[in-house]
Each structure stands twice: as C-alpha cells, then as structure tokens.
C-alpha cells in the first residue's frame, strides 16, 4: 500500500500519530522474527519523555526517619554534611527524548546490541537540541559498529536527521543534496576492514503516495536480514483502521 500522510486530514482524523509509533515497532518485530536466526532477539521500545514516567522512588519523608531511627537502634539523628550553597544556578528546559524503536541483540555474544532501527518522531525534529539529541544517539551507535536504521515519516517537520548525522563525519550523502527530503528511509553500518573502517548507508527518499522500500539489517560484517517496511506497514494501518 502506499505511504500515508500521518499528520493532516483526513489520516490524522482517523488515529494519532502516537499510536500508530506505538505499534509498528511490535509489527515490526513480528515480521523480522521470521527471517531472524535463532542466536538473535528483537525488541520494540517506546520512550516517551520524562511527563510519562512513573516516579517509582517516591516515598514519605517521616516513614524514612522512622525507619532510621530504629534502624539505629537508639533512636539518634546522625548529622548529615550540608554541601555550600551552588556557585551557579540555571533553569534549563530539558531535552524530551521520544524515542520509538527495534533494537537487535545477540545473544550469543551476550546479549550485545548488533542493531537499532529508529522511528523518528515529531519531538526528535522540533528543536535544535532534540535534533542534536537523537544525531548524537545515531552517531554513537554507528561508532560501537551497530548498525542503525532511521525512518522519518514525519511530513510536517523540513530537517533530514540522516543527512544531520552524515555531518557529524564531515560527510554528505550526493543523492540527497542539494534538495534534502524531509521524509525518508535509511540503513547505515560502519564496520571494520583490515587496516580502516568503512561507512555504508541504503537510503531512500519517501514520497506520500509511493510504495516504502526495502531496508538491509546488518547483523554482522557479512551477514544482513531484509526490513520489507511494506509489510509492517501495512499490518499496522490495517489494524489500526487507517485504511
């Protein structure tokens, strides 16, 4: 089927983009399954920022003392050293990290992480900092030799975080400049040879209308599995009624 439009009428007044983010890594997971060797397991992750997170260390302030005091065993309050006051304060708007993705890990190699396929989100492309946020993220993978997938249905946001994380190594990308598509699909490696390393990115351009392509999963040096993005796509719009 062809690539939907997530963010305007009449798909948005259908189901959120959230929901869909939500459930294509699991359909995702689903269909690389079937083509995973045994030695492997995929995930699907979602992060959605520090205002959906539970605060489980929460406690009551008297029930500690209490606790304390006959922890002791004579009821004594130890002094505690009170640091100075802060030689600089700031208020700071932290980075809200959404991150919605499949990572891959080998389980033979304990459990290393060997791939990471990323959804990009509305929040990943909304402010500098995220922007930089999830390229240093990418970035760092790609340094540990982990293979990284990013695919960036976002219509609605004009930066391209693949071509942002080509900058990072001074490098660029001849087909996708000097024009950069704001929605896109994307597998990049770097892995080692005898006396370098070397960097390789399949990444295609995605068009509202048009078939999403095949994306390569490098497992190992020599050894890559298909993401047919068609699939789980089309799993996910159909269970979510989209279409």
């Given at each position: 089927m062809p690539l939907l439009d997530h963010f305007r009428p009449p798909i948005c007044n259908k189901g959120s983009w959230e929901g869909f983010h939500g459930m294509w890594p699991a359909l995702m997971v689903m269909d690389l399954c079937k083509s995973l060797p045994e030695q492997y397991t995929?995930?699907?992750?979602?992060?959605l920022g520090k205002n959906f997170e539970v605060d489980v260390c929460a406690f009551d302030v008297e029930d500690r003392t209490e606790f304390d005091s006959n922890?002791?065993?004579?009821?004594a309050v130890t002094a505690t050293w009170a640091p100075p006051e802060p030689t600089l304060t700031l208020d700071l708007d932290p980075t809200e990290n959404y991150e919605y993705e499949v990572l891959i890990f080998d389980q033979q190699r304990?459990?290393?992480?060997?791939a990471a396929i990323e959804l990009v989100s509305p929040a990943?492309?909304?402010?500098?900092?995220?922007?930089?946020?999830?390229?240093?993220?990418?970035?760092?993978?790609?340094?540990?030799?982990?293979?990284?997938?990013?695919?960036?249905?976002?219509?609605?946001?004009?930066?391209?975080?693949?071509?942002?994380?080509?900058?990072?190594?001074?490098?660029?990308?001849p087909a996708f400049t000097p024009d950069r598509p704001a929605t896109y699909a994307v597998t990049c490696r770097s892995h080692s040879l005898a006396t370098r390393?070397?960097?390789?990115?399949?990444?295609?351009?995605?068009?509202?209308?048009?078939?999403?392509?095949?994306?390569?999963?490098?497992?190992?040096?020599?050894?890559?599995?298909?993401?047919?993005?068609?699939?789980?796509?089309?799993?996910?719009?159909?269970?979510?009624?989209?279409?």
């Amino acid at each position: 089927m062809p690539l939907l439009d997530h963010f305007r009428p009449p798909i948005c007044n259908k189901g959120s983009w959230e929901g869909f983010h939500g459930m294509w890594p699991a359909l995702m997971v689903m269909d690389l399954c079937k083509s995973l060797p045994e030695q492997y397991t995929a995930e699907p992750r979602v992060h959605l920022g520090k205002n959906f997170e539970v605060d489980v260390c929460a406690f009551d302030v008297e029930d500690r003392t209490e606790f304390d005091s006959n922890a002791s065993g004579s009821g004594a309050v130890t002094a505690t050293w009170a640091p100075p006051e802060p030689t600089l304060t700031l208020d700071l708007d932290p980075t809200e990290n959404y991150e919605y993705e499949v990572l891959i890990f080998d389980q033979q190699r304990g459990r290393e992480l060997v791939a990471a396929i990323e959804l990009v989100s509305p929040a990943n492309k909304d402010r500098p900092e995220s922007r930089q946020a999830f390229v240093s993220k990418c970035a760092a993978l790609l340094q540990k030799k982990i293979c990284v997938s990013i695919v960036d249905l976002v219509t609605v946001k004009y930066f391209n975080l693949y071509c942002e994380v080509l900058d990072v190594f001074c490098q660029s990308d001849p087909a996708f400049t000097p024009d950069r598509p704001a929605t896109y699909a994307v597998t990049c490696r770097s892995h080692s040879l005898a006396t370098r390393s070397k960097f390789e990115s399949w990444a295609y351009p995605m068009d509202v209308g048009k078939r999403l392509p095949v994306l390569p999963i490098w497992l190992d040096n020599d050894h890559a599995i298909s993401l047919d993005l068609e699939t789980s796509y089309h799993q996910t719009c159909s269970v979510l009624r989209l279409v």
